[in-house]
C-alpha cells in the first residue's frame, strides 16, 4: 500500500512559480515510478512529468519541458514539481501517482493507467 499527499498549489500571475511536493510513504522501490498529472475541467488527464523514485529517468511532456523540473528530496521522502514561467493553460487539478513495479516504459510513455496509487490532487491557478 501507498498514500501520496499532494501540497503546494496555488494562485499565481502568469510567469509566477509555484513548487508542488508529494509526501509519499509505504512499499516504494528505487524502480518505482513517481509521475505528475494533470486535469484542467472538461479536458483528460495528461502527463506532465516522471521520474523513477531513485532519481534518474526523468521524461517530461513537451508542454512543460523547460518551464517544469521533477525532482526527490531525499531526506522528506517527497518528490517536487518545480513550476516556473507558469502560463494560464497550466491551470488544472495536479495528481501525483505512483506506478510500484515500473518498467522503462512507464517513464517514457506517460500513460496514466500504469500507475497504482493517486494523491487527492491539488489545484493550480495561473491567472493572466
Known amino acids: 500500500q501507498v498514500q501520496l499527499v499532494e501540497s503546494g498549489g496555488g494562485l499565481v500571475q502568469a510567469g509566477g512559480s509555484l513548487r508542488l511536493s508529494c509526501a509519499a510513504s509505504?512499499?516504494?522501490?528505487?524502480?518505482?515510478?513517481l509521475g505528475w498529472f494533470r486535469q484542467a475541467p472538461e479536458k483528460e488527464r495528461e502527463f506532465v512529468a516522471a521520474m523513477r523514485w531513485s532519481g534518474t529517468s526523468t521524461h517530461y511532456a513537451d508542454s512543460v519541458k523547460g518551464r517544469f523540473t521533477i525532482s526527490r528530496d531525499n531526506a522528506k521522502n517527497t518528490v517536487v514539481l518545480q513550476m516556473n514561467s507558469l502560463k494560464p493553460e497550466d491551470t488544472a487539478v495536479y495528481y501525483c501517482?505512483?506506478?510500484?513495479?515500473?518498467?522503462?516504459?512507464?517513464?517514457?510513455?506517460?500513460?496514466?493507467?500504469?500507475?497504482?496509487?493517486w494523491g487527492q490532487g491539488t489545484q493550480v491557478t495561473v491567472s493572466s
Open positions: 501517482a505512483v506506478d510500484v513495479m515500473a518498467t522503462t516504459r512507464t517513464i517514457a510513455t506517460g500513460r496514466s493507467d500504469e500507475y497504482d496509487y
Open positions: 509505504g512499499r516504494i522501490f528505487s524502480s518505482s515510478a
